[in-house]
């Protein structure tokens, strides 16, 4: 059956590009995995966290929103933006989740600032999420 | 005639001027390796986005969604205009904003009315004093962009597109073609006109298994690919911009050794007559004192 091929792709640069057992990823029906011999699957991707096996050990990754094809066991992630739980920052994940909130406060409106604010809190709600989780 | 001392100060200030365009040269080519990876960097998501959406879109009605039907009626047209922040990059901006003016007269000899979303000091400056309808401008923004600010600018249109505020979204940006060749273009950018795929992976569609529906999928993938575009032209005037200064500069360089070369002739010429001229005064001195 071989293995899959995992190439996860941020309009920034291509931040994995390789062999890996399994993958599992945050869609917008809920949460999906990935083996070896996966029937051609495309779905979008939601802000959570994404973790695959690459035979030696366990990677864990946060993600944003995009979408992911699967086909011909090679899965590619296409999302905004994406990053290692190893290489996020605790505190100041914490930090900027708390400068979120505050900046959102109790504004309820439409404008692009709100709309700014809650992308950037839910991306950090997320970061602290999947980083909690890994300590 | 100008004199010895003159000539000398010219040659010290095409010196000086030189080195300025040199110094300018090599920045904009630092710069432009530098824009030149994130362009590369990029290529990988946009190419493979336009598969999936290609693939996607193929075969399904295009009335699924607002976005990919076109208004029977366009009375007005946005266009989100591309230039560079600062000058001194030869005929980069001048070229941009002439395509951007005809196209604009185009639009309103039609009957329609034309608002500008302008990204770029140059552009800005330009259609302010001729008094355009500007929506919005962004500058000093280069090098800084990242895919939200893009997505916000997407989420702008496309309200505004479906409030009937504007009826047609288009961009005119400067491609990089190579070192020496970038060139304005245009690109429509709503309503959306879908990467057309190649008739041959027509099956191939057929087998994916979409979660939610393919339907949905798409709609939720429509607003990216405008971000795609426009990430892609942003990037693109980014490289072009560099690529133009730098041509610009490397011009200039060598246009300043040929001045310095002619106001050396110059200098050697007048510094010879006036030592001919000062050789005739003596002799001419002598002359009279042995006579007398």
Same mark, same amino acid.
């Given at each position: 059956m071989g293995r899959l091929f995992l190439e996860i792709v941020t309009p920034e640069k291509i931040v994995v590009s390789q062999e890996v057992d399994s993958v599992v990823a945050p869609g917008t029906d809920g949460e999906f995995g990935v083996l070896p011999?996966?029937?051609?699957f495309l779905t979008g991707i939601v802000p959570g966290e994404l973790r695959y096996n690459t035979g030696t050990g366990k990677e864990s990754m946060a993600v944003t929103t995009g979408f992911a094809e699967v086909s011909n066991n090679k899965v590619s992630i296409l999302v905004d933006a994406a990053e290692k739980t190893s290489e996020i920052d605790a505190e100041r994940a914490r930090q900027s989740m708390e400068r979120a909130r505050e900046r959102l406060g109790d504004r309820r409106s439409e404008d692009i600032d709100t709309l700014r604010a809650e992308a950037a809190l839910i991306r950090a709600i997320m970061r602290v999420r999947v980083v909690e989780k890994a300590i | 005639m100008a004199t010895l001392r003159d000539i000398l100060r010219k040659i010290g200030a095409v010196k000086k001027t030189q080195q300025i365009t040199k110094a300018m040269n090599m920045v904009a080519a630092a710069k432009l390796r530098t824009t030149q990876g994130r362009m590369e960097n990029f290529k990988p998501y946009a190419g493979k986005f336009a598969e999936v959406l290609g693939n996607l879109a193929? %075969?399904?009605?295009? %009335?699924?969604h607002p976005l990919l039907v076109k208004k029977e009626e366009v009375s007005c047209v946005e266009l989100l205009h591309f230039t560079a922040d600062? %000058?001194?990059? %030869?005929s980069f901006n001048v070229n941009t904003v002439n395509a951007a003016q005809k196209w604009i007269k185009g639009q309103q000899d039609n009957g329609r009315d034309c608002s500008l979303t302008l990204v770029g000091k140059k552009g800005r400056d330009f259609f302010r004093k001729q008094g355009a309808n500007i929506t919005e401008s962004h500058i000093r923004i280069y090098g800084m962009i990242d895919i939200s600010f893009i997505n916000q600018m997407t989420r702008g249109f496309i309200t505004r597109y479906l409030s009937d505020e504007i009826d047609e979204v288009n961009m005119i940006y400067t491609r990089f073609i190579n070192m020496a060749k970038q060139e304005p273009t245009l690109v429509k950018l709503i309503p959306i006109e879908p990467p057309q795929k190649e008739a041959?992976?027509?099956?191939?569609?057929?087998e994916y298994l979409c979660e939610p529906s393919a339907e949905k999928l798409l709609i939720e993938l429509l607003p990216k690919h405008i971000s795609v575009q426009i990430y892609n032209a942003f990037l693109q005037n980014e490289v072009s911009e560099h690529a133009a200064r730098m041509s610009a500069m490397d011009n200039a360089t060598k246009n300043c050794s040929d001045i310095v070369e002619n106001l050396t002739l110059v200098y050697n010429k007048a510094r010879q007559a006036a030592i001919t001229a000062e050789l005739m005064d003596i002799v001419g001195g002598a002359e009279a004192i042995t006579k007398a």
């Open positions: 011999g996966h029937i051609h | 193929s %075969g399904m009605d295009p %009335g699924i600062r %000058g001194l990059c %030869g041959e992976t027509e099956e191939k569609a057929a």
